[in-house]
C-alpha cells in the first residue's frame, strides 16, 4: 500500500486524543481509540488486498510474520518490564491473576469474569486484544469473500453492530449488573466495534474519488454527531455532566447510548480517512511533522502512557486542572514521547527490518 502521510497524522491525533483523556484533560479523548479502530480496518484490508492473489499459505504467512514483527516486540516487551516492576513492590499475585489474560491477548474479557481487577497498569491494553482477535479473523474473510459481496458484507456489519450492542445490553441488564458496568462490558466485547472496523474496511474498497466530498461527508458526520451529543448531554443528570465529553462520556452508558453513539463516532473516523486519502485538510496545519511524529511513535506512546500515569498516581494525587497538574503533565508528557521515541527508534526498527526477510 502507498504510504500517506495524513494518515500518520490521524495516528497521531488518536494518541494525543487518548492521552488526554487519561490525563482526564478532555472527556471526550476516548475517541482516539475508535480512531485507531477505523484505521486498522483500513490498513489491514488495503494491505491484504493488495496479497490476495497469492497462495493462501503465502498470504496468511506473510501476513502475519509483519504483523508479528509489528506488534509482539513492543507489546511482550511492555508486559515484561512491568511484570518485573510489579513483582519488584511485592505485587506478584496481583499479576498472577492478570497474566493468563494479558499473554493470551484476551484482556478485552477480563472486565467480565474478573470485576474486581487492577487496571493500574494494563487498564488500556483491552483494545490491542480487540486488534489482535480482529487479525485472526478478517485475513479469512478478505481471501474468500469477493470485492462486490466485501462491500456488502461491510455495510451490513455496520448495521449488525448496534444490534449487536443492544442484545449484549440485554444480557447484562438480564444478570443484573448496573448501568456503568453494563456499558463497560459491553464497551469492550470484540463484536462492539465491528462497525469500526467495517467502516475503515469499506473505504479501503471503494474508489474514493466516487464519493461525495471528503470535507461535506466529514462535516455531515461531524454536525450529526455534535447536535446528538447536546441532546444527549441535555438529558444526564447535571451532577454527572461534564463538558469536556460533549455528551459523548466514555462507555456511553445513560439512555442506551452505547447502542447509536460508536457507530456516529466510527462514521467520523471514517470520514477523517477519507480526507486523508484525498489530500484534504481539515484544518490549518492538518498534515504538520508533529502529528506525524506522534502518529509514527503512537504504538509504543499508547503502550507506555497509561502505566506511566498510574505510577504517577501511586506516588503523588494531583489536580489535573492545577498549575500542579500541568507541570506534571508536562513531565509525563515528555518522558512518554521520549521513551516512546527510543522505543521506535532503537527497537522497533530493528524488527521492522526484518518485515520483508518473511520465510513464506
Same mark, same amino acid.
Given at each position: 500500500m502507498k504510504h500517506v502521510p495524513a494518515l500518520d497524522s490521524l495516528r497521531g491525533i488518536a494518541v494525543l486524543l487518548v492521552v488526554f483523556h487519561h490525563f482526564k484533560w478532555l472527556g471526550i479523548g476516548w475517541i482516539g481509540v475508535q480512531i485507531f479502530f477505523v484505521l486498522s480496518g483500513f490498513l489491514i484490508t488495503s494491505i491484504l488486498w493488495e496479497q490476495k492473489d497469492r497462495r493462501l499459505r503465502h498470504y496468511l504467512g506473510r501476513f502475519y510474520w509483519r504483523r508479528i514483527l509489528r506488534i509482539f516486540p513492543v507489546y511482550y516487551g511492555f508486559l515484561f518490564a512491568v511484570s518485573l516492576a510489579y513483582l519488584s513492590v511485592g505485587e506478584p499475585v496481583a499479576f498472577g491473576d492478570l497474566a493468563p489474560w494479558l499473554f493470551s491477548y484476551t484482556y478485552n474479557f477480563a472486565r467480565f469474569?474478573? #470485576?474486581?481487577? *487492577?487496571?493500574?497498569?494494563?487498564?488500556?491494553?483491552? +483494545?490491542?486484544?480487540?486488534?489482535? $482477535?480482529?487479525?485472526?479473523?478478517?485475513?479469512?474473510? =478478505? @481471501?474468500? =469473500? +469477493?470485492?462486490? +459481496?466485501? !462491500?456488502? %458484507?461491510?455495510?451490513? %456489519?455496520?448495521? =449488525?453492530? #448496534?444490534?449487536?450492542?443492544?442484545?449484549?445490553?440485554? @444480557?447484562?441488564?438480564?444478570?443484573? @449488573?448496573?448501568?456503568?458496568?453494563?456499558? $463497560?462490558?459491553v464497551y469492550t466485547l470484540p463484536t462492539t466495534h465491528l462497525d469500526a472496523f467495517a467502516v475503515g474496511a469499506a473505504l479501503s474498497v471503494m474508489d474514493s474519488r466516487k464519493l461525495p466530498s471528503p470535507r461535506s461527508v466529514f462535516l455531515g458526520v461531524f454536525?450529526? %454527531? *455534535? !447536535? !446528538? /451529543?447536546? @441532546? $444527549?448531554? /441535555? %438529558? !444526564?443528570? #447535571?451532577h454527572s455532566r461534564v463538558a469536556s465529553d460533549f455528551g459523548y462520556p466514555i462507555y456511553l452508558s445513560a439512555n442506551l447510548q452505547y447502542i447509536w453513539g460508536y457507530t456516529l463516532v466510527n462514521l467520523l473516523g471514517g470520514a477523517m480517512i477519507l480526507c486523508a486519502v484525498r489530500g484534504v485538510d481539515l484544518f490549518p496545519g492538518w498534515n504538520n511533522r508533529t502529528l506525524r511524529f506522534y502518529g509514527k511513535i503512537s504504538y509504543a506512546l499508547y503502550v507506555c502512557h497509561w502505566p506511566l500515569l498510574g505510577a504517577i498516581g501511586r506516588v503523588h494525587a494531583y489536580n489535573p486542572w492545577s498549575l500542579e497538574g500541568l507541570c506534571i503533565f508536562v513531565l509525563f508528557f515528555a518522558t512518554a514521547t521520549f521513551i516512546s521515541w527510543l522505543s521506535f527508534r532503537y527497537y522497533e526498527t530493528w524488527f521492522l527490518r526484518l518485515k520483508d526477510r518473511h520465510p513464506f
Open positions: 469474569f474478573e #470485576p474486581e481487577m *487492577t487496571w493500574r497498569y494494563f487498564g488500556h491494553l483491552w +483494545s490491542l486484544a480487540i486488534e489482535e $482477535q480482529f487479525y485472526l479473523v478478517w485475513p479469512f474473510v =478478505v @481471501y474468500w =469473500v +469477493s470485492k462486490r +459481496s466485501f !462491500l456488502r %458484507l461491510c455495510i451490513a %456489519l455496520v448495521m =449488525v453492530a #448496534p444490534l449487536f450492542r443492544w442484545a449484549a445490553g440485554l @444480557y447484562f441488564l438480564a444478570h443484573d @449488573y448496573p448501568p456503568v458496568r453494563l456499558a $463497560q462490558c454536525i450529526a %454527531l *455534535t !447536535l !446528538l /451529543g447536546f @441532546y $444527549q448531554w /441535555g %438529558l !444526564l443528570d #447535571p
